[in-house]
């Protein structure tokens, strides 16, 4: 298998690059900018290794003749393709590792922000006793996550109308002090059950030290 990934590799990157001999040569004149996709789907292959399954797709392009191709994340770890970063600079394959990485995290992240999203879409277009859409999806972009009393309720409403979400994607808040005495005070047994899965671990840690 890894020697049909060298020969991918091979055929798919001599073709767009000025140099045609040496592959390695050939490597040297693509990096990868800021370019990157998220398919939401595992569903199409590296351009460059041919690997299936590639959901989260990484733009490299060719500085001599400008050709690009979409590949995999670990394509720009594994065969040294250097990043460029924000001002311009070539960075080494330590930057360039930890830059692919922070890229990556990102698309997973913004990932996530999407399915609330749509969750939340779905839960007021399902249940005429949610209301306040524009709100929720306005306090979920500008803090990233929910109060307790809050979560809890929308864990709850998603469940009721049948509505298919991830709980790892919600998170919850507690930074400030009415947001904790949610969490201490307010909050039945079985609230509070429905939201510890999505708890952190140290926001689980403070609860059991507080109540």
Not at 37 to 49: A, F, I, N, S
Not at 144 to 154: N, T, V, W
Request: proline fraction near 1%; include cysteine; aromatic fraction near 10%.
């Amino acid at each position: 298998m890894i020697n049909r990934w060298l020969e991918n590799v091979k055929e798919n990157l001599i073709s767009l690059s000025k140099e045609k001999i040496d592959v390695r040569k050939s490597l040297s004149e693509w990096f990868y900018y800021d370019n990157t996709h998220d398919l939401e789907e595992p569903c199409e292959d590296c351009e460059l290794c041919g690997h299936q399954g590639i959901r989260f797709q990484f733009e490299i392009q060719n500085i001599e003749t400008k050709h690009t191709l979409l590949i995999g994340s670990e394509c720009i770890k594994r065969f040294l393709i250097r990043a460029v970063d924000s001002e311009g600079k070539v960075l080494d394959e330590v930057g360039t590792r930890k830059k692919v990485d922070k890229d990556r995290r990102t698309l997973i992240s913004d990932a996530k922000t999407k399915r609330v999203i749509r969750n939340l879409i779905e839960l007021s277009q399902k249940d005429t006793n949610f209301n306040d859409i524009d709100r929720s999806i306005e306090y979920f972009n500008d803090r990233g996550a929910f109060p307790p009393k809050y979560l809890s309720f929308l864990l709850w409403r998603l469940g009721k109308n049948n509505i298919k979400f991830n709980k790892s994607d919600f998170k919850m808040v507690i930074r400030r002090n009415r947001e904790k005495n949610q969490l201490l005070y307010e909050m039945e047994d079985w609230q509070i059950k429905n939201i510890w899965s999505v708890m952190s671990a140290s926001q689980k840690e403070w609860y059991e030290y507080h109540s």
